[in-house]
Antibody, heavy 118, light 107 residues
Framework: EVQLVETGGGLIQPGGSLRLSCVTS????????MSWVRQAPGKGLDWVSV???????YYADSVKGRFTISRDNSKNTLYLHMNSLRAEDTAVYYC????????????WGQGTMVTVSS | DIQMTQSPSSLSASVGDRVTITCRAS??????LAWYQQKPEKAPKLLIY???TLQSGVPSRFSGTGSGTDFTLTISSLQPEDVATYYC?????????FGGGTKVEIK
């Protein structure tokens, strides 16, 4: 089955760090571009970061310098390393796949909740 | 950065009605525009890409038009299962911005 499964969410104090994982299955992830999108409670979709098939990465201004996207093709896993977490980072984090670079996201995971609170 | 503005932010229509949602880009994005449907507590689902191409498996009552800066998503005959929030997204350049969303309800 073609799917994305995110893990790693939880409750973390402000200033803390967390690593999210997104395991891909049913397809070879190396030729896809992958992204993280988040959704704060009751709010809309907020694009966070992307990694292209060639390895280039880009970030939303709100997370630049604090978050790092990476991928381990041998493990079919996408990561989001989050540092210096703030209350406003509280959200459900989704990973999403584009079939080719600069494409729409045709496959999404179920999401993992990150709560930043003391 | 290019901003994506959706309207209306919410609407209520009767079953069988024709529903139109608009999305405007602050600069031209050709046809690099996608529409997603998100039902409560669920992940988004791709409906349309390339501004007008229906994703496989999506009912034909959904359609998209537009290019450049102005885009529309139309539901030709609203069904109860279409209750959801709809988002547009540009993907021609970073950041891959989403519109603010349009919540569709049944009257």
């Amino acid at each position: 089955e073609v799917q994305l499964v995110e893990t790693g969410g939880g409750l973390i104090q402000p200033g803390g760090s967390l690593r999210l994982s997104c395991v891909t299955s049913g397809f070879t992830g190396t030729t896809n571009y992958m992204s993280w999108v988040r959704q704060a409670p009751g709010k809309g979709l907020d694009w966070v970061s992307v990694i292209y098939s060639g390895g280039s990465t880009y970030y939303a201004d709100s997370v630049k310098g604090r978050f790092t996207i990476s991928r381990d093709n041998s493990k079919n896993t996408l990561y989001l390393h989050m540092n210096s977490l703030r209350a406003e980072d509280t959200a459900v984090y989704y990973c999403a796949r584009g079939t080719t670079d600069w494409d729409a996201f045709d496959l999404w995971g179920q999401g993992t909740m990150v709560t930043v609170s003391s | 950065d290019i901003q994506m503005t959706q309207s209306p932010s919410s609407l209520s229509a009767s079953v069988g009605d024709r529903v139109t949602i608009t999305c405007r880009a602050s600069q031209g994005i050709r046809t690099s525009l996608a529409w997603y449907q998100q039902k409560p507590e669920k992940a988004p689902k791709l409906l349309i890409y390339g501004a007008s191409t229906l994703q496989s498996g999506v009912p034909s009552r959904f359609s998209g038009t537009g290019s450049g800066t102005d885009f529309t998503l139309t539901i030709s005959s609203l069904q109860p299962e279409d209750v959801a929030t709809y988002y547009c997204q540009k993907y021609n350049s970073d950041p891959l911005t989403f519109g603010g969303g349009t919540k569709v309800e049944i009257k």
